[in-house]
């Protein structure tokens, strides 16, 4: 799933003194309450959450390792939710034309495990095995290609020394 740090540097959350994770304390309220929210669409990360490196002018989100648990659905909005439904450890929800998962626990149930580096210039081919040698990079980047959509071609970065 992808995670937008939009204000904060993603090294805070990767190489966090505590450790790697997401910190729910930090995340802001959203349409589902405060907590950590992760989209299945990275478009939807990328359009609106998208850190800006000020130093390069790049952007960058993180696709994250997220176990949902017993997930919780909601149809509506609550912004005031602070938990999921008793026995549930997520809420998963649709919004933007994605599926966003909400995480309200800072446990280790999700780690940062790509962060990739997209700028605003469009164009960009698509990877495959043969050329890059990682099949999860290029599934993350094929994936991530549905930035182009809105006009953001992404070029993997690195991977993550975090989570097992």
């Not at 992808?2 to 993603?10: E, N, Q, R, Y």
């Not at 997220?66 to 649709?94: E, F, I, K, M």
């Not at 599926?99 to 309200?104: G, K, M």
């Not at 790509?114 to 994936?143: C, D, I, M, R, W």
Request: with cysteine; aromatic share 12%.
């Amino acid at each position: 799933m992808w995670h937008g740090t939009k204000a904060t540097p993603p090294e805070q959350i990767y190489d966090d003194m505590w450790g790697p994770g997401f910190d729910m304390r930090y995340g802001n309220r959203g349409m589902w309450g405060q907590g950590s929210y992760f989209a299945a669409d990275a478009a939807y990360s990328a359009r609106s959450y998208a850190h800006r490196d000020t130093a390069t002018g790049n952007f960058v989100v993180l696709q994250a390792r997220v176990t949902q648990g017993n997930v919780d659905s909601w149809h509506t909005p609550n912004s005031g939710l602070r938990l999921p439904r008793y026995g549930c450890h997520s809420v998963s929800a649709y919004t933007n034309g994605s599926r966003i998962s909400i995480l309200y626990e800072t446990v280790p149930r999700a780690y940062p495990e790509y962060e990739l580096t997209f700028t605003k210039k469009v164009g960009g081919p698509p990877l495959n095995s043969a050329t890059s040698g990682s099949a999860s990079v290029v599934a993350a980047y094929n994936q991530a290609l549905a930035i182009a959509q809105a006009g953001h071609p992404v070029s993997p970065s690195k991977r993550l020394k975090t989570g097992p």
